[in-house]
Structures are given as C-alpha cells and as structure tokens.
C-alpha cells in the first residue's frame, strides 16, 4: 500500500474519531479498571498499589496493541490483502481469543527471568518494583508508538522489570546473562529474519514472478507454497500459541504441521488450479493468488502473540496482585480471570485506537510492499521463531517481522543493482559503437570528397548512411537506459535507522526510566 492510500485510512480515521474520542475512550477503559479493581478489592489490606497496579496493566495493555500488533497485521495491509479497518478487526478478535483461551493460567512474575525476586523480601519494595516497571514500560512504548518506531513490548517490559530490580535491591540482583541474550537478539532476530524472508522472495521471483508464462508457474509452486506456510504456522502455533494449554515437543508439532499441511495441499491444488484459469498472465493477477494465505497469516501471528505477549501487560499485574493477596513474593502466580480482562481487552482497544500508525509504519513506511513480498515476510516470522527455538537463539518477533521486512526491501535493491551492472555493460559496448560511428563518419567523408566517384563509392555511402544511422539510434537507447538506472533505494534509509536507534534503546530507556519511577514511589511511601 503506497503511503497516499494510508493517509486517506488515516484522515478517514481522523475525522470518525478525532484525537480527543481517543483518549476519551482509552480513559473511559481505564477508569472501568479503576472502578472494578477498586470496588471488588475494597477490603482487602494494602489495595492501593493493586488498583494503581490495575490502571497501569491497563494502560501497558493498550500500548502493547498500539504497537507490537502492527508487525502481524503491518505486512497484510501493506500489500493491499487486508484493509485497515479490516486487520483491526482481525488482530483485536485473534488477540484477545490468543489471550483467553492460551494465555494460561500461570504467568511468570519477572519476564524472561530478568531478576531473582527472592533477593527482594519485602513485598512492598516487590509491589513498588513491579508498579514501576509496569508504569516505565508503557511511558516508552508510547513514546515509541508516537514517533513512529516498532519496538519490543517484551524489551520494554525487560528493561522496566531490570531498572527498578537494581533500584529495589542493587546490581546483584540482575541475571547478568540473560540481559546478554537479550543484547544478541538485537543482531540475530532482525539478520535472521530478514535473510529468510529475502530467500522466500528470492525463490518466488526465481520460480513464478522471472518465468515468461507466471500462471503457469503459480499453478505448479503456488499450492507447494501455501503448504509450506501451513507447516509452519501450525508448528508455531503449536510450539509457541497453545504451550500453556499442552506441552508437545517440536517433533511432534512439526508432524502434526505436516499432516496438516499436506491436507492443506489438497484442498488448495486445486482452488489454484480453477483461479489460475480466470486471471492474466501480470504481477498483479498472480500476486493475488496470495491475497488469502496472508489474511489466515495476520489471524494466526496476532493469535500467538496474544496468547504470548499479553504476560508483558498482566505478570508484573498478577505478581502484584498476588504480593498484596498473600502478602509475600513468588516468582509464579495463577492469573485471576480479571486481570487476563485487562490485558486482552486492553490489547484490542490500544490496536483499534492507535494501531494504524504502527501498521502504516511496518506495511509502507520502511519499503513498498506487495501479497508476495508480505508472504515471505509471514513465512520469515514463523519459520524464524521455530529455527530460533530448536537453535536455544534468543530473538524478539518484533525484531524478526521488522527484519523481514528490511530484507525484502533490500533483495529488492541487490536484484535491481544486477540490472544496472547490465545496462553498465551494454553502455561500455555501446561507447565501442561510438568510436566506431566516428570511423564510419570519417570514411564518409573522405569517400565523399572525391571527385570522381565509382559505383563502389556510392554503395559504400549508403552503407555508411545506414551504419551511422542504426549507430546512432543504439546510443540514444544507451543514454535513455543510462539515465534510467538510476541507484534506488528501495528500503527508506530514515526509518531504518529510527528503528535501530529505538531498538538499542528500549532496554536502558526503559530501565532508566523505571528506576527514576521506583525512586519517587519509595519517596512518596517512605
């Protein structure tokens, strides 16, 4: 989707619900969990840190939706195969569905082991942690989600947890370990998903999209294809969608993926095969074929990251819920019914409110996407995360689907750079021409300067008329081909660097941040 037709989704956007409805509605949510959290927690001991707790899991839950949905729907409305309103609807419904029904029903309080709270004893200094953590967390991704840049809620959530664990108790308590982890998957998940997706794309512009006859093509590797996604989004979802409802191994998964897509192949040999004998042989028609596999592909990433990342909204919220029902600290604790509400329905409200901005980002603003290029971008997400997780590599999926992304657009640029290398090539040949053109001149010249002259002479001038003539024509060719292969950038050199610079950041931001956040609560509390 070019950015023209996302302003006119945004200006639409604008004018149904100005910027005041929005944060009218996004305070009317908040205030709902204000109310419930205080009105069914009135006599319990020390409930005001859980209704803050409460307002602030609200306020992380719509800024998770606000931006880390984009990187599954982003790619989809990019590429024209869903509408904004149309990937709004999808990615609330899936994500909440993800969150309520795989979610499960423990939460680790401390995200990716970041800290050990065993060295915090006390559950105050714990419940402050957490409320600053939580609070720091959503400052920096809406501030991320207002300048355009799709980071890591995981990150966010990371360096909230981390900043305010030094704060509370001091360096020691940081699993210094893990935080390097966390570091490589800055250079691994981008660099792993950008090279996936630029070899699925490279192989369907091989096979399909470079073929004189592309229908012809599409009919043979089109059903292989959607098959192969079918594996993965089964194995992922699998693997990483339904693991707090059952746990299965990936060999497992990846059979149960197989069977799947093998039927998948069945039922989709031939709706190809009847589609493919109503379209025309153009990029468009056979982009087309892929319009359907990338909405099925929005649906199931927004459901994994619902079940997945709706624990960066609600664990530091249950663990505080749980230190001020039980008055202690546990690095488990269940999740009451209330507050996985909180993070599904904040999710949805943060995507339908403020998502578009994000998913104009991700779809158009890094580089131009079309269903094929966004294809290999939802390929790249799933098969990256099962790579990762057989590899023990720590990636992020924002990093993954962002990297996607890049890689695509930069295959672009390697692919068209070949083009130029040949239109240099066919330039130094027709600079040959040229010297050869002046010879030809020449000799006409001096044939036409004698007096007397024979019938040789005058067929050898109009050949030279002819030769001088087609020369001349093969160097305006050359200067038109010259001028046009020009050095395109096909991936926007801005927005790359704003994305890496928000990336490198998020951790010490937010733990900064967070930090400053626990320092004020213990001076207000002490």
Excluded: C
């Excluded at 004018?15 to 009105?39: D, E, G, M, N, W």
């Excluded at 023990?392 to 930069?410: C, D, E, Q």
């Amino acid at each position: 989707m070019d950015i023209k037709t996302i302003d006119k989704f945004d200006k639409a956007a604008s004018q149904t619900t100005p910027s005041f409805a929005k944060i009218s509605l996004a305070l009317l949510f908040i205030a709902i969990v204000f109310i419930y959290s205080y009105a069914s927690h009135d006599n319990i001991q020390n409930n005001t840190f859980l209704i803050i707790g409460a307002v602030f899991g609200a306020y992380m839950a719509m800024n998770i939706g606000a931006n880390d949905v984009a990187n599954n729907v982003g790619p989809a409305v990019g590429s024209k195969a869903l509408t904004m309103m149309g990937a709004i609807i999808i990615a609330a419904i899936f994500e909440a569905l993800g969150a309520f029904i795989a979610g499960g029903e423990v939460v680790k309080t401390i995200k990716n082991g970041i800290i050990d709270p065993a060295l915090i004893t006390n559950p105050d200094i714990f419940i402050w942690a957490m409320t600053a953590a939580l609070l720091s967390a959503a400052i920096w991704l809406n501030f991320a989600t207002s300048v355009g840049a799709p980071v890591s809620t995981t990150h966010s959530i990371v360096g909230g947890v981390m900043g305010a664990g030094i704060a509370a108790a001091g360096f020691s308590i940081v699993a210094w370990g893990t935080v390097a982890q966390i570091v490589a998957s800055w250079v691994i998940s981008p660099i792993l998903g950008g090279i996936i997706a630029a070899a699925v794309l490279y192989f369907i512009k091989r096979n399909i999209m470079f073929k004189k006859d592309m229908v012809v093509s599409a009919q043979v590797f089109v059903p292989h294809l959607i098959a192969a996604m079918s594996w993965a989004f089964s194995t992922y979802i699998i693997l990483k969608g339904l693991k707090h409802l059952i746990k299965i191994d990936f060999f497992l998964a990846s059979v149960i993926g197989l069977i799947i897509s093998f039927l998948v192949f069945l039922l989709v040999k031939p709706l190809v095969a009847k589609v493919a004998q109503k379209i025309k042989n153009t990029r468009e028609d056979v982009n087309s074929l892929f319009t359907i596999p990338l909405i099925f592909a929005a649906a199931l990433l927004s459901f994994a990251h619902g079940a997945n990342d709706v624990a960066n909204a609600i664990g530091p919220l249950a663990a505080i819920n749980d230190a001020v029902m039980n008055a202690g600290v546990a690095s488990k604790v269940g999740i009451p019914f209330w507050v996985m509400s909180v993070g599904a329905i904040g999710i949805a409200i943060g995507l339908a409110l403020y998502g578009p901005r994000l998913i104009k980002t991700v779809g158009s603003e890094i580089t131009e996407l079309d269903q094929v290029r966004a294809f290999s971008i939802a390929m790249a997400a799933a098969v990256t995360v099962i790579l990762a997780s057989q590899l023990g590599l720590p990636v992020s999926s924002t990093h993954i689907a962002v990297g996607g992304v890049f890689g695509v657009g930069f295959l672009r640029e390697y692919l068209d750079s070949s083009e130029k290398i040949y239109v240099s090539k066919a330039r130094k040949r027709f600079r040959r021409d040229k010297r050869a053109l002046d010879a030809f001149e020449k000799e006409l010249s001096d044939v036409q300067a004698i007096d007397k002259k024979s019938k040789a002479h005058y067929q050898r001038i109009v050949v030279l008329y002819k030769l001088i003539e087609e020369k001349t024509l093969d160097l305006k060719e050359d200067k038109k081909n010259f001028k046009e292969a020009k050095s395109v950038k096909y991936v926007k050199r801005d927005a790359v660097k704003k994305i890496i610079a928000a990336w490198l950041i998020t951790v010490p931001a937010a733990a900064i941040l967070s930090a400053a956040v626990f320092f004020m609560i213990k001076g207000i509390m002490v």
